[in-house]
């Protein structure tokens, strides 16, 4: 098996014209087609998600955990592997790790998509103090991942009506309680007062 990176940032810089362009890119039947796939694929993706529970509610929105990442990924022909995962100094335990997007092609698997992500670093909760150290690692890997392969398909799960950022991102957020009397059951957040406001507000 062969595997060729694709540079983001290329060394040299090809300006085109604008018809060349437009024979780059997709036409308006092909876009719409590929917008019609993708929805399909998107009503697919959220019953398998409302099935297994792999979206958590923060705030207003809803965000898919690293195993429909994944699942999102396979739909595509993709998958994501960890590059590297190291100790980042200067902390009690924290880590930071890579991921690649891998998708198969008839010439070979291409990287089509790369992320970094970090855990247990300054104001990252109970990662950064209390909890076991191959906890933080794979957290690190974990949000490596799920940001890899959101940064290639994050519009399919804005298709599916799904917040873009991937749960294990939002892990610093607190989510809101039902039973505070300050909650709000029209937009599943708390009120809160703090400095000068004259009163409880939400965003």
């Not at 892990?171 to 505070?180: E, M, R, T």
Request: with cysteine; aromatic share 8%.
């Amino acid at each position: 098996m062969t595997i060729e990176k694709i540079d983001p940032q290329p060394t040299e810089l090809v300006v085109a014209d604008s018809h060349s362009i437009s024979t780059l890119a997709p036409t308006a039947m092909e876009f719409e087609a590929s917008l019609a796939e993708a929805s399909a694929k998107a009503r697919v993706m959220k019953k398998v998600i409302s099935e297994n529970n792999l979206a958590v509610k923060i705030g207003g929105g809803e965000h898919i955990k690293v195993e429909g990442w994944i699942t999102l990924a396979t739909a595509y022909g993709c998958t994501a592997q960890i590059v590297w995962s190291r100790k980042i100094e200067g902390y009690i335990q924290a880590y930071e790790a890579k991921a690649e997007v891998l998708k198969q092609t008839p010439n070979g698997v291409v990287v089509i998509g790369s992320a970094e992500a970090e855990c247990g670093t300054r104001g990252d909760g109970r990662w950064e103090n209390d909890s076991p150290e191959y906890a933080v690692r794979s957290m690190a890997q974990t949000r490596a991942i799920s940001k890899a392969i959101a940064g290639v398909l994050r519009w399919v799960v804005v298709l599916a009506g799904y917040h873009g950022t991937p749960y294990d991102e939002m892990s610093g957020v607190k989510k809101a309680d039902p039973n505070s009397k300050y909650y709000c059951k029209e937009h599943d957040m708390e009120w809160f007062k703090k400095g000068q406001m004259p009163g409880h507000a939400h965003p």
